[in-house]
């Protein structure tokens, strides 16, 4: 699982180096952002921008990875593409998460 | 997309996988192809791959109990309006022999009792237009159809409170 940290803090950026977040990789993919995540950043933003594919199992692993966040800090997610954006909506979890269409709209709102 | 790139005879693709989550990679990546090559746009070709994912994760985790030798036939047709995926497996039955029900998971909850499973069966209900499960012999068979025009652009058909 290839995580990249394009911005530090805060928000700080994850880049998903990957074109699917499936079953094969739910697991990986939970303890790789568990351990990138930075204690100090308020928001972790994931960008999907290069994440063609999620299926159920990719999903649970991100609702994981939010869980796993401390109380003062919030994940949200940037740059979706058409099929993971379709899932998140289909499971209404785009109520859940704040979702940006960009990775540059997610760096220009202040941390709350 | 225009419909004359639809191939009109249907595509026939059959494949044998093992009950693991690379052997199902593999498999969707190659119905991919056959669909993209009937001219299915890609859109409705990320539907039944999305579909035909949850239904082989289930094989895997649940009728196999995520035992690596358990083997799983795929049989795909794809036509210009529907693409019919049968599967096949000898795993444990569904239970009650029954299709699970699939319900929406209700995700206006706190944080820390969000699910992190559970929308498998959601989707596929959803997303296929008819499914058929039926148990003979010691063997599970799946039928899934997925209709091409329902789901040719990625907004069509995602409304989940049915």
Same mark, same amino acid.
């Given at each position: 699982?290839?995580?990249?940290?394009? #911005?530090?803090?805060?928000?700080?950026?994850?880049?998903?180096?990957?074109?699917?977040?499936?079953?094969?990789?739910?697991? #990986?993919?939970?303890?790789?952002?568990?351990?990138?995540?930075?204690?100090?950043?308020?928001?972790?933003?994931?960008?999907?921008?290069?994440?063609?594919?999620?299926?159920?199992s990719g999903l649970g692993a991100i609702v994981a990875a939010m869980?796993?966040?401390?109380?003062?800090?919030?994940?949200?997610?940037?740059?979706?593409?058409?099929?993971?954006?379709?899932?998140?909506?289909?499971?209404?979890?785009?109520?859940?998460?704040?979702?940006?269409?960009?990775?540059?709209?997610?760096?220009?709102?202040?941390?709350? | 997309?225009a419909d004359s790139q639809v191939t009109a005879t249907p595509m026939?693709?059959?494949?044998?996988?093992?009950?693991?989550?690379?052997?199902?990679?593999?498999?969707?990546?190659?119905?991919?192809?056959?669909?993209?090559?009937?001219?299915?746009?890609?859109?409705?070709?990320?539907?039944?791959?999305?579909?035909?994912? $949850? =239904?082989?994760?289930?094989?895997?985790?649940?009728?196999?109990?995520?035992?690596?030798?358990?083997?799983?036939?795929?049989?795909?047709?794809?036509?210009?309006?529907? =693409?019919?995926?049968?599967?096949?497996?000898?795993?444990?039955?569904?239970?009650?022999f029954r299709l699970p029900a699939g319900r929406f998971v209700d995700?206006?909850?706190?944080?820390?009792?969000?699910?992190?499973?559970?929308?498998?069966?959601?989707?596929?209900?959803?997303?296929?237009?008819?499914?058929?499960?039926?148990?003979?012999?010691?063997?599970?068979?799946? $039928?899934?159809?997925?209709?091409?025009?329902?789901?040719?652009?990625?907004?069509? =058909?995602?409304?989940?409170?049915?």
């Amino acid at each position: 699982m290839h995580l990249t940290v394009t #911005q530090a803090s805060d928000p700080q950026i994850i880049r998903v180096e990957e074109g699917r977040i499936d079953s094969a990789v739910a697991i #990986q993919f939970k303890d790789a952002v568990r351990t990138q995540v930075s204690p100090d950043a308020a928001r972790v933003v994931l960008d999907l921008g290069a994440v063609d594919f999620i299926d159920s199992s990719g999903l649970g692993a991100i609702v994981a990875a939010m869980k796993a966040l401390q109380k003062h800090q919030r994940l949200d997610l940037a740059a979706l593409r058409p099929m993971v954006d379709k899932v998140f909506r289909m499971t209404r979890m785009d109520t859940i998460f704040v979702i940006h269409d960009t990775v540059e709209t997610a760096r220009g709102e202040a941390a709350h | 997309m225009a419909d004359s790139q639809v191939t009109a005879t249907p595509m026939i693709f059959e494949t044998e996988l093992a009950s693991t989550s690379q052997d199902v990679r593999g498999a969707l990546d190659s119905v991919s192809g056959v669909l993209g090559l009937s001219g299915w746009n890609a859109a409705a070709c990320g539907v039944v791959e999305l579909v035909l994912a $949850e =239904a082989l994760n289930n094989i895997v985790e649940h009728a196999y109990r995520d035992c690596p030798d358990g083997h799983i036939v795929l049989r795909l047709r794809a036509g210009a309006e529907f =693409a019919d995926l049968t599967l096949h497996d000898r795993g444990s039955a569904m239970p009650d022999f029954r299709l699970p029900a699939g319900r929406f998971v209700d995700v206006g909850v706190r944080c820390e009792d969000l699910p992190e499973g559970g929308f498998g069966w959601y989707l596929i209900r959803t997303l296929a237009e008819d499914i058929c499960y039926t148990r003979e012999n010691d063997r599970n068979r799946l $039928e899934l159809r997925i209709c091409r025009h329902t789901h040719d652009d990625f907004h069509g =058909a995602e409304n989940p409170r049915r």
